[in-house]
């Protein structure tokens, strides 16, 4: 059985190295990735093509599971509204037009190789997008606005991306992401076309849940 020097030497030593090994721990804990993250944008778009429309703007949030340090799969929707010409799709009568995609679905994000500050990826989503063109027509008469209407359509709309986040904190990554977007439309609404697509560039804030 050791004696009492022994007993305290071996807790001296144990209480030198106790400091080491919690740091060792939590350096191991920072180097495993976190399992979810959430995502809030928000940013302009500027319409591109045969889509004649004015710049406008963007919004949208994402949640995501990631399965290691290059690939993460989550679900994304976006809200994005522009201002166009109406009188070619609503005739003279037309004084304002607003243009607006809702979309939602599968958003899979590829990571570069990185360090853990900088954070630069790819990203690819795909599904449905409501579209919907809201108008107004002027009375022929008073030449004052009287009637309101809108044409709203389910249609499909892909979207691809490049982006860069930076790690401000162990949860917190703000960055930058720039998205060409390309939606089915209505060519009997959106001013005879029969596609929307758009650039968009968003700042973005991520937040890390471990």
Request: glycine share 10%; charged share 15%; hydrophobic share 40%.
């Amino acid at each position: 059985m050791p004696g009492p020097r022994t007993l305290l030497t071996l807790l001296f030593i144990s209480l030198v190295n106790a400091p080491s090994a919690v740091s060792a721990a939590s350096w191991s804990s920072q180097l495993e990735p976190p399992r979810w993250s959430l995502e809030v944008t928000g940013g302009g778009s500027l319409p591109t093509g045969v889509f004649d429309a004015d710049f406008g703007y963007l919004a949208g949030g994402s949640a995501s599971y990631i399965f290691n340090e290059t690939f993460d799969l989550g679900l994304d929707m976006s809200y994005s509204k522009n201002s166009h010409p109406c009188e070619l799709s609503h005739g003279p009568r037309c004084s304002k037009a607003d243009f607006s995609t809702i979309g939602a679905g599968p958003l899979a994000r590829f990571h570069f190789p990185h360090d853990r500050t900088v954070d630069p990826f790819l990203q690819l989503g795909a599904g449905p997008y409501v579209v919907v063109d809201q108008f107004v027509l002027d009375d022929p008469v008073t030449g004052r606005s009287s009637d309101e209407s809108q044409t709203t359509s389910v249609q499909f709309g892909t979207k691809v991306g490049l982006g860069v986040l930076y790690q401000t904190s162990g949860q917190l990554s703000l960055g930058l992401v720039a998205n060409y977007s390309y939606v089915v439309a209505d060519p009997k609404g959106l001013v005879g076309a029969s596609s929307a697509q758009y650039f968009g560039v968003a700042l973005t804030a991520q937040f890390a849940l471990r």
